[in-house]
């Protein structure tokens, strides 16, 4: 092979190696944003897509639901899990 076969495929190389990549933030750019519209980061994925965004971006739902009484895509008329006080939601308990 000559230099100049050797540079163009090098190139070439590059070029799907860019495209890969601009590929591969486009999806999970895409995929975050259809989270963020669903509200649906506290249950499981919607899609595969968003399940693969998860495990790029590292996000993750441990043992199923957060709070079995929560609603995604419902802002503001989330259910409080029972036996819970909504205003200690989120606080550490006091040690």
Do not use: W
């Amino acid at each position: 092979m000559e230099l100049t076969e050797q540079l163009m495929a090098i190139a070439i190389l590059v070029d799907f190696l860019f495209g890969v990549l601009i590929g591969v933030v486009l999806a999970v750019s895409y995929a975050s944003r259809v989270e963020d519209h669903r509200y649906s980061l506290l249950t499981a994925a919607p899609n595969s897509m968003c399940d693969g965004a998860r495990a790029v971006l590292g996000v993750y739902v441990r043992g199923g639901h957060l709070y079995p009484g929560l609603h995604a895509g419902r802002r503001g008329t989330q259910s409080v899990p029972s036996g819970r006080d909504p205003g200690r939601l989120g606080k550490d308990p006091v040690r």
